[in-house]
């Protein structure tokens, strides 16, 4: 576990349904990620003159120390929208750092308990714009 950072918990709330919470979490990963990068050079230009990027989404997952957390949640679909919110606390200031991502689609649920070692369960989801300009990721620090 990261010494300076402890993620103390994860809240799934569907676009319909029952809000879902999770405690035990070990690991965080939010990934914004580009599906292509495409470049133009004018007639004459030896240099290309203008970059963009297409097909931007962020990506993620958490995991808990706790697979049942991941199986007791009948409520969760591969599919299913809604938001993602995570606190995290910094240690040397006690401060609380808060990210959500809006516009969640689930991916996949897994759960792993193995015959010996840790077990763990993890939801993995990606998320949209609901504008196509507007990011769907906000973090607050408290």
């Known amino acids: 576990m990261n010494g300076v950072y402890v993620v103390n918990g994860a809240v799934w709330v569907p676009s319909s349904g029952s809000t879902?919470?999770?405690?035990?979490?070990?690991?965080l990963s939010c990934n914004v990620t580009t599906g292509a990068m495409q470049n133009f050079a004018a007639d004459g230009h030896l240099w290309v003159t203008f970059i963009w990027s297409e097909d931007l989404f962020i990506q993620g997952s958490f995991d808990t120390a706790d697979p049942s957390q991941v199986l007791d949640q009948a409520k969760l679909e591969p599919g299913d929208a809604g938001t993602a919110t995570v606190t995290f606390k910094h240690r040397?200031?006690?401060?609380?750092?808060?990210?959500?991502?809006?516009?969640?689609?689930?991916?996949?649920?897994?759960?792993?308990?193995?015959?010996?070692?840790?077990?763990?369960?993890?939801?993995?989801?990606?998320?949209?714009?609901?504008?196509?300009?507007?990011?769907?990721?906000?973090?607050?620090?408290?």
């Open 20 to 27: 879902s919470s999770f405690v035990d979490i070990v690991n």
């Open 92 to 142: 040397p200031t006690g401060n609380t750092i808060t990210a959500t991502i809006s516009n969640c689609v689930i991916g996949d649920l897994n759960a792993s308990t193995p015959h010996s070692g840790t077990s763990s369960g993890s939801i993995s989801f990606r998320a949209y714009s609901s504008d196509g300009t507007t990011s769907p990721f906000s973090a607050s620090w408290s």
